[in-house]
């Protein structure tokens, strides 16, 4: 047993030499970074909460491009452009997914509060954009209504 | 072979970065029509945009980015001739990168 133990350990060993060794190429620290709680969220206000801290006000400096019917939900175009000064990060919802919470954006050094993605969505529902800037949280959203729902459930 | 097409456009001071990564971005909720079984969550959870040595964008996605996933951010700090590079990682321990020179 302890020959198995050690056996195990050393390719455990090794193989952490081995990803180690590709170079980590996302950092570890930003992994950890992934909010689970938000992503797990089944409910778009928890979401919102848990990635942001809150619903945020409503803001015209916020604007979502995406189709006002998507034929195909499987791959919805959502751009978020935000105007907002010192726009800290971006994070998109589908109201309606099983899940909201598609994803999050920080933005770093000289980033634009700019994002554009190809989303899923399960059936019509609002697309919701929130914005971090100065410690406050700004929302805008719009309707996307869908066909044929894109997440194959 | 690159999962990751990578192009990056300068115009008056501001990159544009557009990324085409090949991935499948199951959110773990389908089903295997023959079998009915579940087919695993299998998505990209973080991307990292970087330029000159700095992380310019971090992105973290869920199952509901689409499959094949498109991505694009805007920033200021890069020129002409400087390298831009986009890492991915995803839930199941796999990752890639692509280095691309802003033209």
């Known amino acids: 047993m302890q020959r198995r133990t050690f056996l195990k350990g050393s390719l455990a060993a090794s193989a952490a030499g081995v990803a180690a060794g590709a170079g980590l190429l996302v950092p570890g620290s930003v992994l950890a970074e992934w909010n689970t709680a938000a992503f797990g969220a089944k409910d778009i206000n928890e979401a919102m909460t848990a990635i942001a801290g809150g619903a945020g006000e409503a803001s015209g400096d916020i604007k979502i491009k995406a189709p006002d019917i998507a034929e195909n939900g499987a791959v919805v175009p959502v751009t978020v452009t935000s105007s907002i000064a010192g726009t800290e990060s971006i994070s998109i919802f589908a109201a309606n997914n099983a899940t909201p919470l598609t994803s999050s954006y920080t933005m770093g050094e000289g980033a634009e509060g700019y994002v554009s993605i190809r989303i899923k969505m399960g059936k019509t529902a609002d697309v919701v954009a929130l914005v971090k800037a100065g410690g406050k949280v700004y929302s805008a959203k719009k309707e996307v209504k869908v066909t044929i729902g894109g997440c194959g459930g | ?103």
Not at chain 2, 27 to 49: C, E, Q, S, W
Not at chain 2, 82 to 92: E, F, G, H
């Open chain 2, 1 to 103: 072979m690159s999962t990751i097409k990578l192009r990056a456009k300068d115009k008056d001071g501001v990159v544009t970065v557009k990324a085409l990564v090949s991935h499948p971005m199951e959110t773990g909720l389908r089903k295997d029509k023959k079998t009915g079984n579940k087919i695993p969550a299998h998505f990209i959870n973080t991307v990292t945009g970087e330029a000159n040595g700095k992380t310019v964008m971090t992105a973290y996605w869920s199952g509901g980015i689409s499959k094949n996933p498109y991505l694009s951010f805007k920033f200021k700090g890069a020129k002409v001739g400087d390298t831009v590079k986009l890492s991915w990682a995803d839930n199941t321990g796999k990752s890639d990168s692509g280095e691309v020179k802003v033209k």
